[in-house]
């Protein structure tokens, strides 16, 4: 079946650096999605993604849908401790009808101040 | 908006236990989704609903998961028998619409003894 590969798996950074991860498929994807799970909750979507090559920000996030349809990058610039969480990358493949949500491993991000 | 609502937040049970966790979603959203995440597997699809009709069970683990949605307002999922294994965070999602963003509850954090 379909399956997300994420890297890293945890990362461990100093305040105000940059941070980058990426997602990899072996299949294609119409939509990417990021989400960020803090600890004790569900997750939140921070960005979506709907057309390759499409490069999208969310304040000090930026993602990019590769142009392969096959991958996803999250970047985070001068992190800061509420960055820590699981972040969460989503391929969603739409045809005609309702194509569920497959959810990569997770990245874990650690922020030291 | 209150957001997706789930109880119990926490649940510990013993081994043979039915279990029944409990998901509103939010008010006008015609697709819920229930989902399980453990470390081992991350985060699973379990059934999702359209419109209060199951449409995919195909990640239900086996006979002992049944999940209803009897209103566009209620869902629930039942275990019976709990065991172990199925220690897990459960989330309920919900989604305003084909392809749309999927709203995570906080999530029910199951133990079975």
Known sequence: ?113 | DAGVIQSPRHEVTEMGQEVTLRCKPISGHDYLFWYRQTMMRGLELLIYFNNNVPIDDSGMPEDRFSAKMPNASFSTLKIQPSEPRDSAVYFCASSPGHGATQYFGPGTRLLVL
């Open chain 1, 1 to 113: 079946g379909q399956q997300l590969n994420q890297s890293p798996q945890s990362m461990f950074i100093q305040e105000g650096e940059d941070v980058s991860m990426n997602c990899t498929s072996s299949s294609i994807f119409n939509t990417w999605l990021w989400y960020k799970q803090d600890p004790g909750e569900g997750p939140v979507l921070l960005i979506a993604l709907y057309k390759a090559g499409e490069l999208t920000s969310n304040g000090r996030l930026t993602a990019q849908f590769g142009i392969t349809r096959k991958d996803s990058f999250l970047n985070i610039s001068a992190s800061i401790p509420s960055d820590v969480g699981i972040y969460f990358c989503a391929g969603q493949l739409m045809k005609t009808s309702y194509d569920k949500v497959i959810f990569g491993p997770g990245t874990s991000l650690s922020v030291i101040p």
